[in-house]
């Protein structure tokens, strides 16, 4: 401790022990300290004071130690007038002179203890908190499996402790997290069986786990992701992950619904044409449809078929095959023939002999109908005036035609016989001069006669050809003429409307 001494003030001049000239002086050693204070009239005083010290009082905090966590620590002093501890919150009295705290952390504890006339001491203790060993694992195991821990069986995630006593005496906590491995969905897509097949499919499709992935089906020898050929029934799949970890699914194969389609042909219009058709119905939907096996069509319409017998390939949304027959018919054929092309004299006729099959059910249709005998017959007569190509038509009652067709050709002969002489001599033989026509004539438009040196003395119009009762009988004015030799100009009409001109000579004969 320090004492500190004044003299007090007004003084001219100080004198303290070991030599102070001041006012004021500390001490810190104990014994008898003199003063001699002068004023301003050469006056000294004198006085001395005894300076003892207490006996020792120190605080001794014992040494430094470290403890396990959670200990709990007594500190206590005696032989002081006062306590303070700090820090305060770490103990349970601050101001008493013995204390108790629990160590959670590593921590300083100061203690301040005094008495009463004022001397203090303090000290200070470091409690040093030993780390605890916490030691974790992480275990992880299959969902559905058990394992053991510390010696006791678990299903479920979660921490599992056990305490143990180290080397120092404090506590270590061994914590062993169990959790589960990632799931593993044994996911699963089945396809039915048609009917009366056995073309079932299953697909596993598993999600989750550790791949890669093993398979194992209740079918013997399968361990490929996807199972064929499945008659229906129930099957079982096991799917296995790196991790050793099972998901199992159970399933049914099952069968789809036979489906029906009402068919309904159309036959062909007529024989040959490629016009059939066929029509599908169905209450089944996503239904597709083939002629040949290979190339099908959603469309429920086949069009431009010709007769026949036909197969009917139908592949439904399940993939499910399907067949059924149908018939496209037509029409009888029919048959038309007409002779081959010929040839007619202008003015003759001939039965176009054509022929039909059936032919009591068709109708007949000629064209051009000139010179035809009927243009609703089989067989009509011609008489062409021209070279004409003649159509037949036959229709049956289904709209259906054939055709074929003949050429007559027309040889246009000028078939008019003129008499070279006669004889009017009134014996009924040869009397008259007069033209003679063959089929092809129409009319003698005019008949004229000339003498020797031209003068006109026969002129008749319109005679009809091949009639003997008509003509020159000889005479000229009612007069009959001598016998010799005459010109003639004829102009004859045939029956195609052509006009032709015939000179010559005549000898009249008596």
Same mark, same amino acid.
């Given at each position: 401790?320090?004492?500190?001494?004044?003299?007090?003030?007004?003084?001219?001049?100080?004198?303290?022990?070991?030599?102070?000239?001041?006012?004021?002086?500390?001490?810190?050693?104990?014994?008898?300290?003199?003063?001699?204070?002068?004023?301003?009239?050469?006056?000294?005083?004198?006085?001395?004071?005894?300076?003892?010290?207490?006996?020792?009082? @120190?605080?001794?905090?014992?040494?430094?130690?470290?403890?396990?966590?959670?200990?709990?620590?007594?500190?206590?002093?005696?032989?002081?007038?006062?306590?303070?501890?700090?820090?305060?919150?770490?103990?349970? /009295?601050?101001?008493?002179?013995?204390?108790?705290?629990?160590?959670?952390?590593?921590?300083?504890?100061?203690? +301040?203890?005094?008495?009463?006339?004022?001397?203090?001491?303090?000290?200070?203790?470091?409690?040093?908190?030993?780390?605890?060993?916490?030691?974790?694992?992480?275990?992880?195991?299959?969902?559905?499996?058990?394992?053991?821990?510390?010696?006791?069986?678990?299903?479920?995630?979660?921490?599992?402790?056990?305490?143990?006593?180290?080397?120092?005496?404090?506590?270590?906590?061994?914590?062993?997290?169990?959790?589960?491995?990632?799931?593993?969905?044994?996911?699963?897509?089945?396809?039915?069986? /048609?009917?009366?097949?056995?073309?079932?499919?299953?697909?596993?499709?598993?999600?989750?786990?550790?791949?890669?992935?093993?398979?194992?089906?209740?079918?013997?020898?399968?361990?490929?992701?996807?199972?064929?050929?499945?008659?229906?029934?129930?099957? @079982?799949?096991?799917?296995?992950?790196?991790?050793?970890?099972?998901?199992?699914?159970?399933?049914?194969?099952?069968?789809?619904?036979?489906?029906?389609?009402?068919?309904?042909?159309?036959?062909?219009?007529?024989?040959?044409?490629?016009?059939?058709?066929?029509?599908?119905?169905?209450?089944?939907?996503?239904?597709?449809?083939?002629?040949?096996?290979?190339?099908?069509?959603?469309?429920?319409?086949?069009?431009?078929?010709?007769?026949?017998?036909?197969? $009917?390939?139908?592949?439904?949304?399940?993939? /499910?095959?399907?067949?059924?027959?149908?018939?496209?018919?037509?029409?009888? !054929?029919?048959?038309?023939?007409?002779?081959?092309?010929?040839? +007619?004299?202008?003015?003759?006729?001939?039965? $176009?002999?054509?022929?039909?099959?059936?032919?009591?059910?068709?109708?007949?249709?000629?064209?051009?109908? !000139?010179?035809?005998?009927?243009?609703? /017959?089989?067989?009509?007569? %011609?008489?062409?005036?021209?070279?004409?190509?003649?159509?037949?038509?036959?229709?049956?009652?289904?709209?259906?035609?054939? !055709?074929?067709?003949? !050429?007559?050709?027309?040889?246009?002969?000028?078939?008019?016989?003129?008499?070279?002489?006669?004889?009017?001599?009134?014996?009924?033989?040869?009397?008259?001069?007069?033209?003679?026509?063959? %089929?092809? +004539?129409?009319?003698?438009?005019?008949?004229?006669?000339?003498?020797?040196?031209?003068?006109?003395?026969?002129?008749?119009?319109?005679?009809?050809?091949?009639?003997?009762?008509?003509?020159?009988?000889?005479?000229?004015?009612?007069?009959?003429?001598?016998?010799?030799?005459?010109?003639? +100009?004829?102009?004859?009409?045939?029956?195609?409307?052509?006009?032709?001109?015939?000179?010559?000579?005549?000898? $009249?004969?008596?």
């Amino acid at each position: 401790g320090a004492v500190r001494l004044d003299a007090g003030p007004g003084f001219l001049s100080y004198q303290l022990q070991d030599c102070i000239t001041q006012q004021t002086s500390t001490s810190t050693a104990p014994g008898t300290y003199r003063l001699e204070p002068a004023h301003t009239c050469g006056g000294v005083h004198a006085d001395s004071i005894l300076i003892t010290v207490e006996p020792a009082t @120190q605080v001794i905090l014992p040494a430094d130690t470290a403890v396990c966590p959670g200990s709990t620590l007594t500190y206590s002093l005696d032989g002081f007038d006062s306590y303070q501890w700090f820090p305060a919150a770490a103990v349970d /009295c601050a101001d008493c002179p013995a204390v108790n705290l629990t160590i959670d952390t590593s921590i300083s504890i100061i203690v +301040v203890a005094g008495t009463a006339i004022g001397c203090y001491s303090t000290d200070t203790v470091r409690i040093e908190r030993i780390p605890a060993i916490y030691t974790t694992d992480t275990l992880l195991f299959c969902i559905g499996d058990t394992v053991t821990v510390f010696g006791q069986p678990a299903s479920s995630p979660g921490d599992y402790e056990m305490a143990f006593t180290t080397a120092n005496g404090c506590d270590s906590i061994h914590t062993i997290t169990l959790a589960f491995f990632a799931p593993i969905e044994a996911g699963l897509t089945t396809t039915e069986s /048609c009917p009366g097949a056995e073309n079932g499919q299953a697909m596993a499709n598993p999600g989750g786990g550790l791949p890669p992935y093993q398979y194992f089906w209740s079918v013997p020898g399968e361990n490929a992701s996807t199972l064929d050929s499945l008659p229906p029934g129930s099957y @079982q799949l096991t799917v296995t992950d790196a991790n050793g970890c099972r998901a199992e699914v159970s399933f049914t194969i099952g069968e789809f619904d036979v489906f029906s389609v009402s068919l309904t042909p159309a036959d062909a219009s007529c024989f040959g044409e490629a016009d059939g058709s066929l029509f599908i119905e169905s209450e089944e939907a996503g239904l597709q449809f083939s002629l040949d096996g290979a190339n099908y069509q959603p469309a429920p319409l086949f069009t431009g078929l010709e007769a026949g017998e036909y197969q $009917l390939y139908i592949l439904s949304a399940n993939g /499910c095959e399907g067949q059924a027959s149908f018939r496209i018919g037509q029409p009888p !054929e029919i048959i038309l023939r007409l002779p081959q092309d010929t040839s +007619v004299n202008l003015g003759d006729s001939l039965l $176009l002999r054509a022929q039909a099959v059936p032919a009591d059910s068709l109708l007949f249709s000629w064209s051009p109908e !000139e010179g035809l005998s009927c243009a609703d /017959c089989l067989q009509p007569v %011609a008489s062409p005036l021209q070279t004409t190509v003649y159509q037949l038509i036959a229709e049956d009652n289904f709209g259906c035609s054939a !055709e074929d067709g003949i !050429e007559v050709r027309v040889n246009f002969e000028q078939k008019v016989y003129i008499p070279t002489a006669f004889s009017p001599n009134e014996d009924g033989r040869n009397d008259l001069f007069y033209l003679y026509g063959g %089929a092809g +004539v129409a009319n003698i438009l005019r008949l004229r006669v000339f003498g020797r040196w031209g003068e006109l003395i026969y002129d008749e119009q319109n005679l009809a050809p091949n009639q003997p009762g008509r003509g020159w009988d000889g005479t000229f004015r009612g007069r009959k003429l001598n016998p010799g030799v005459f010109v003639y +100009v004829a102009e004859v009409e045939f029956i195609n409307g052509q006009v032709a001109v015939f000179k010559g000579e005549v000898n $009249l004969v008596r």
